[in-house]
């Protein structure tokens, strides 16, 4: 009698404490991570290594606002064509990369008499083991830390690329973040041409950066006070605080403004009291920009998401039955006269469909 009572109670809870540990994070929400000092630390210091040697490094042409040659152009192999600009293609993922051997076609479409007009790195979330992809992505991570959605991490990692870049070659111009749900729209060659048209560069005085810069969303006044109320203030007011997509393609001078600020970081930096309107990344960048350089940027991202039907906050994802030569036809039109370069997000079995049509659809422009 008294052991039996006894028991039961403490069966139940031998039983159920486990079951509490084992059931505990797919009920409450995951933990939100918080950025440490020495993380805060480790990327100040990358940061002012970049600062540093942006002073140092010769000048590049394009930075005197003068027409570099950037056509592409059979033979020129002589020492100015290697001083050509470079875009540096960013990766920022938490899975495998599960577009690499679409990206391989992309990249693998450049001049072969002078392939070194990009460089490629991946910033992959440490937490999560992620297969070694081979090609152009070998050997091309950044020391990477934890990522985590709807925290001001995003904006950590993407500044980390931005840096890592930087310091690493003088000669990257153009700086194109590209999720692991991305896929090209159009060839290497295309974009290049695009984003260094010399003829866009005589009627503005410098290259633009491509980032979504939008002032007038119902979504800002809780994005605003995500942190509580006048948390943001003085750094920034509500009227300067702009909303755009995560994925932009920035100039070198946006870059450095990027990795030089630390007033708005200050702000950005702090934790979310309402989750759910806790999108960091989608702030930062676009309030930045348009606060420290608003002449500079175009004012829209060249990468199409489908956020018809938003669940959850992730935008429409394609699955392989939506994917047709007038899928990427439909993707590539804006409203505006440019094309869009990129698009996401697409499943990762998507991958066969788009390379078999990547020479005839994807890569023939
Ligand atoms: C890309 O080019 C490299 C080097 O020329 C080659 O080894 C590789 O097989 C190519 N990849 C694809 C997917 O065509
Ligand atoms: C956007 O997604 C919706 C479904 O959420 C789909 O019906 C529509 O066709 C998509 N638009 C484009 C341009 O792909
Ligand atoms: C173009 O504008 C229409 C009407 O404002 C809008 O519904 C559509 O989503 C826009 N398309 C793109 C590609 O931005």
Redesign the pocket.
């Known amino acids: 009698m008294y052991r039996s009572s006894l028991l039961v109670p403490a069966v139940t809870l031998i039983v159920t404490v486990p079951l509490l540990f084992l059931l505990a994070p797919r009920i409450l929400p995951p933990r939100r991570i918080s950025i440490t000092v020495p993380d805060e630390l480790d990327d100040l210091s990358l940061f002012q290594k970049a600062i540093a040697a942006e002073t140092t490094f010769p000048k590049h042409p394009s930075h005197a606002n003068k027409a570099p040659s950037n056509k592409f152009r059979l033979g020129s192999t002589n020492a100015a064509a290697i001083r050509r600009p470079k875009i540096a293609f960013l990766f920022l993922t938490n899975t495998d990369l599960h577009f690499a051997p679409l990206w391989q076609l992309f990249f693998n479409g450049t001049n072969p008499v002078d392939p070194h007009l990009y460089n490629v790195y991946i910033h992959a979330d440490p937490a999560v083991k992620i297969g070694a992809p081979n090609g152009v992505f070998k050997d091309r991570f950044i020391p990477s830390k934890p990522t985590q959605r709807s925290s001001p991490t995003l904006i950590s990692a993407a500044r980390r690329l931005l840096a890592t870049a930087m310091l690493d070659d003088p000669a990257n111009e153009f700086f194109a973040l590209i999720s692991q749900h991305c896929i090209p729209l159009h060839s290497f060659g295309y974009f290049y041409n695009f984003l260094l048209d010399t003829q866009k560069l005589s009627h503005e005085m410098q290259y633009p950066s491509y980032i979504e810069i939008v002032s007038d969303s119902s979504l800002l006044w809780d994005r605003y006070n995500a942190r509580g109320m006048d948390v943001m203030e003085p750094e920034v007011r509500f009227d300067e605080f702009r909303v755009g997509s995560q994925f932009f393609v920035l100039t070198r001078r946006d870059s450095l403004l990027v990795i030089k600020d630390r007033k708005l970081w200050r702000k950005f930096r702090k934790p979310c009291i309402k989750v759910e309107s806790c999108y960091p990344e989608e702030h930062y960048f676009p309030t930045l920009i348009s606060m420290q350089d608003p002449k500079g940027s175009a004012g829209y991202t060249l990468t199409r998401v489908?956020w018809?039907?938003m669940v959850d906050g992730h935008p429409?994802t394609?699955h392989p039955p939506?994917v047709s030569s007038e899928?990427i036809y439909?993707?590539r039109k804006s409203n505006s006269t440019y094309s869009y370069m990129f698009a996401r997000k697409f499943s990762p079995d998507c991958l066969n469909p788009l390379l078999e049509m990547a020479d005839s659809v994807i890569f023939k422009d």
């Open positions: 489908n018809t039907d429409h394609y939506e899928l439909t993707l």
